[in-house]
């Protein structure tokens, strides 16, 4: 590695880090789980192994931590030599030779396991989050306000529309003090219930998908509305699609910013083609007063969420996850991406795991490498002074995320 990314990285490994985004649960629920060499393949992992042959039966099989661990290894190892050189597993073996000191292989992989179990007891969070990364804050989706102090959460947008579930918006009708007459109350609704989370103080936005949506009039949506109220029959996706778009309107008043996947799709089996972030384009044109943060790059699609930020004062651009799909893709994105957007709009890292908290740290060991070598090269071609790069950095890991989602660190 060329010293100047060598040193680069050293200063950034210094640097406070919010986590832009995770899926981690508080801690009391990882350490209530038995772990083991496995728990490192969990979470994407899956994705390289089954992409190479595994079955999801194998795969669910290794995750069982009550099965024999040798046996489990058998079954894993042809898999770990096709994939081992993914960005993916990258993460994992980091994390093992970080925290437990040993890299995965036939000859470790029981020793890593007794090191693992040794160390899934209260305090790991603060270990790996805050001692060994740096993080200040991580936010995280897991579908609830989280009690944990390095953990804040980011709803999904149905936790406003309820996914136009009638079900569900009468129970939040309930739960808020809202009568639920019409579509006419349907704002009313979202907006107590955006008040009760920012009451909460463990709330700092929500998490919208990519996906094609379509703009229902208002007579058309207040009909199909009334239809659902009566038991009659209904249009399902004009109620939806017409509260998803007040929902984002509502939250963009309350100033909360609206997290949006794009692209790449988690799991095998996909048709990414549905997430692709174009879809993005018409709705943030609709709602100028909402500000957008578009997730993982849109991979694929990394030029085009790029020109987008250039062109949307209101769309941001977060690398989290995109690391670990890929480092070369990565740098490639993040140095357009430089020419291209203002760099307050870069957002530089997001574990995006739930179970294998250590293996952020991998993936951080991962963003810091690719932020320093794009920062690097502008040096290195007299573009930008070190001073400049370091602060480059900051911004994209710590104050960029901390400005767009308001908070008080
Ligand atoms: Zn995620």
Known sequence: MPDLTQRLIEAM???????????LPPEAERVARDVDVFTLFGHYTHNDLISAGMTREQYDWLQDPSQDLDERWRVLEPFYARTRHTSY?????????RFYEL???????????ERMKA?????????VLADACNIRVALTQVGRVVDDELLIAVLPLASLTANGNL???????????????????????MEAVIAEHKRSGGVVGYKHVSTDLTTPDRATA??????MLAGQEYDGRAVSDWLTHRALDLAGDAGLPVAVHCGIIWDNWNDFYDRHPRY???TALAHRGTRFDLYHAGIPWVREVGVMAKELPNCWLNLCWCHIISQRMSVSALDEWLDMVPLSKIIGFGGDYNKPVEKVYGHLVMAREDIA???????????????????????????NPRELYGLEL
């Open 167 to 189: 079900g569900g918006l009468r129970a939040n009708a309930e739960r808020v003090g809202v009568e639920l007459r019409g579509l006419d109350d349907c704002d009313a609704l």
């Open 89 to 97: 597993v990258r993460a994992a073996r980091l994390a093992a030779q």
């Open 222 to 227: 207040a009909r199909e509305f009334g239809a």
């Open 280 to 282: 993005m384009i018409p």
């Open 103 to 113: 890299d995965i292989a036939a000859d470790t992989y029981a020793e890593i396991t």
């Open 373 to 399: 070598e794009v920062l690097a090269g502008r040096v290195e071609r007299g573009t930008m002074r070190y001073g400049e790069a370091l602060e480059a950095a900051r911004m994209m890991l710590f104050d």
């Open 119 to 127: 160390a899934n007891t209260p305090g790991i969070y603060e270990r």
């Open 13 to 23: 490994t210094e640097m406070p880090v919010i986590d832009a985004h995770e899926h």
